[in-house]
């Protein structure tokens, strides 16, 4: 299967000679416990939406989105080239939904670097972030730091991939930093190790929101 949402589905990863290897490469991001930014879509920077329902206006905040049942799934990751599979990502999905949560990927890649199928299908929400502002604001992009200074085989400008779950009050209950930025891995990805805890963490946050709407409606 072809893949293409992260640069190492095809590459081995080297710290790059001179410097000294970090596990984090001096990146600080967002994790569990920490409350996420509101923040604001705007819809014509969708290149595929699959709630159309939700995704009305010309624009949608993150609380928005959160004042729905279902919790928030955020997944950071970094197109590199043109992408013409998303299989893996819409049987994650499936998994995500049935647990009660909604998936929003967040992207670097354009259009362009979709397939027309992929956005006529529209069977993912999937979001351009553009010039990587939502990606800084979680901590996992740094202009003045690129990940290609740490890592041979990474040339493209990219964040590093991450998953977030967030509940209804922008907390963030589940985080998975992909230093390694082997996401992606073509059928290995869902049996990574990561993707059951993440699972629990919707399961468990859609829970919690069901018992405050039906308190609130009480």
Do not use: C
Not at 20 to 26: A, R
Not at 74 to 91: G, R
């Amino acid at each position: 299967m072809s893949n293409n949402f992260a640069a190492t589905t095809s590459k081995v990863l080297l710290p790059v000679l001179g410097n000294q290897s970090k596990s984090n490469y001096n990146y600080y991001p967002l994790l569990s416990g920490d409350k996420f930014p509101s923040f604001v879509l705007d819809r014509a920077s969708f290149v595929s939406i699959k709630d159309k329902d939700l995704f009305t206006e010309s624009f949608i905040s993150s609380q928005d989105i959160l004042d729905f049942p279902q919790p928030l799934v955020l997944a950071f990751l970094s197109v590199t080239d043109k992408v013409i599979d998303t299989q893996v990502w819409e049987s994650l999905q499936s998994d995500i939904e049935i647990m009660g949560g909604r998936l929003l990927i967040v992207t670097n890649g354009n259009n362009k670097q979709f397939t027309h199928k992929i956005r006529r299908d529209n069977k993912l929400n999937i979001w351009e972030d553009h010039r990587q502002q939502l990606a800084e604001e979680a901590g996992l992009y740094d202009s003045q730091n690129p990940i290609s200074d740490w890592l041979s085989g990474v040339d493209a400008d990219i964040a590093i991939p991450a998953f977030y779950v967030i509940g209804k009050d922008h907390g963030i209950v589940f985080h998975h930093i992909d230093y390694a930025l082997k996401t992606v891995s073509g059928s290995k990805f869902s049996e990574s190790s990561f993707i059951r805890n993440l699972l629990t963490s919707v399961y468990q946050a859609a829970s919690t929101n069901a018992n405050y709407l039906r308190r609130a409606i009480s």
